[in-house]
Structure formats: structure tokens, C-alpha cells
């Protein structure tokens, strides 16, 4: 059995960690969190859980349902997590999880894409999100974008 780390970036630019058990099973644990890096605001969230099955020699039984809690964002800044956190931008209050959920996924030419309905202020949308899957010294896998 594997153990190790992964990453998942949401829309923009959302950075995760994930452990793996086996080739084709993941196990989120509180310890990750996720970066994100956009135009004027970086940071990090966290709070993340769900589910991922991912072997990239069967893509087709590929999956992931993720989501992270939208009030635990920081960027270093307390005015600007204030202001991030209200009804302007995440309005974690009505809004309290951004999700992702993927059911296609294919390679492409830096690694991988996973295609699937983003949640994010209660507006759904199908993105496509590239990352990589390099396996650790320690047996286990990080992910990236």
C-alpha cells in the first residue's frame, strides 16, 4: 500500500493534498490545505474532504466528488479574508463549501485533465482541470497543475 500526498486546484488555481492507499484509491485528511494563486489574491483554504479514485491506467472508472469549507480562507491578510468571506465574494454564511465533481478524465500533454461541475457561490459550472501525478521517494503520489 501506498500513502503520500495530492494536490487539487479548483478554478483558480486551488492547490490540495491527498494520501494514497492503493493505485487507484485516495484518502483526504484534515492536514491538507489548499493554495490558491489569482490575479491580486493568494492564499490558502482548508477544511477539504471527499472522495477520489484515480488510476491512470483506467481512466475510465476515474472519479472525484471533493469540496472545502469557503470560510477557511486565508490570505495573510485579515481585512481581505473579511471581505472574501461576505456577500460580495464567497458568502460563506449562505455558501459554506465550494465543491468539485468529476466524472471524465484524459491526458493530455503535460499529464492529465479532469472535467467535471464546479460549485463555487452557489453557480455550477463544468471546468476542465490539468495536473500531473508524479509518485514520491516514499511510495506515495503529489499531484499539481
Not at 64 to 69: C, P, T
Not at 106 to 124: F, Q, W
Request: charged share 25%.
Amino acid at each position: 500500500m501506498h500513502r503520500g500526498t495530492l494536490l487539487l486546484l479548483p478554478l483558480f488555481v486551488l492547490l490540495t493534498g491527498f494520501g494514497l492507499y492503493q493505485a487507484a484509491n485516495y484518502t483526504i485528511t484534515e492536514d491538507y490545505s489548499i493554495r490558491f494563486d489569482g490575479s491580486g489574491a493568494e492564499g490558502t483554504f482548508r477544511g477539504l474532504s471527499g472522495t477520489i479514485v484515480f488510476d491512470p491506467n483506467d481512466l475510465a472508472s476515474a472519479r472525484m466528488d471533493v469540496r472545502l469549507e469557503s470560510a477557511t480562507i486565508a490570505t495573510g491578510n485579515t481585512t481581505k479574508d473579511r471581505h472574501a468571506r461576505g456577500e460580495k465574494w464567497f458568502d460563506v454564511e449562505r455558501y459554506p463549501y465550494i465543491s468539485f465533481v468529476a466524472t471524465d478524465f484524459m491526458r493530455d500533454a503535460a499529464g492529465y485533465v479532469a472535467e467535471g461541475e464546479l460549485t463555487l457561490h452557489g453557480v455550477r459550472k463544468t471546468v476542465r482541470l490539468p495536473f500531473t501525478l508524479t509518485e514520491t521517494a516514499e511510495g506515495g503520489c503529489s499531484r499539481g497543475v
